[in-house]
């Protein structure tokens, strides 16, 4: 590094840094309106909307059979909004859902363009027994990324995703199913089951 700024002059070294920081800022930005822009991308997919009192009407599916990718199209929106994915396994049997992934989070800013979510089985069993990146996504909670104050046990105001993280966990790790009824209190989601 020191040998590349002795062969470049001081201010021609400085171009070269604003020349590359504008490439790559323009390339990340184009490549999310390419993401976005795919007029197809429901191909594949059951057009059929669905109903949910907290998200209104959408279209869902993992196009191709893909667990680990998620087509959604919101027919009302809330554009100033970051919408969040939280990939889940339910299990048919006991009727129980765990988060299997990060959240994945992002605007959807229009009705009619469908947009694409990518997740990553990547949680952590809390016993280390569970492998959770074997399992499929079956299942898909949907949220949007603000502030309320959650019943008790809740503490504090505390954003939707972390809220249902906290129960999630409880039941995990305390076997607390408190948070999670007081956070199905609100409303303020949509659990969506994929056929099959």
Known sequence: MHLFKMLIP?????????????????SCKQEEEAINDVSDILVGCNSQYYSNEFLGEYKICQPNGDDKRLKIELKNPQIEKKYCFIPNYHN????????????????????????????????RSPDNGNDYSKLPIN??????????NFPP??????????AYLKCLDGIDTLEDKSYCEAFKEMKLYAFHLFPG
């Not at 001081?10 to 323009?26: A, E, M, Q, R, V």
């Open 10 to 26: 001081k201010n021609n070294l400085t171009k070269i840094y604003l020349i590359l920081f504008s490439f790559l800022f323009f």
């Open 92 to 123: 048919n049997r006991s009727k129980k859902a765990i988060y299997i992934g990060e959240p994945r989070c992002l605007f959807i800013k229009y009705s009619d363009k469908p947009v694409d979510v990518t997740f990553f089985k990547n949680r």
């Open 139 to 148: 299942a898909v909670m949907i949220l949007v990324d603000e502030v309320h």
């Open 153 to 162: 046990p809740y503490e504090f105001p505390i954003s939707s995703v972390e």
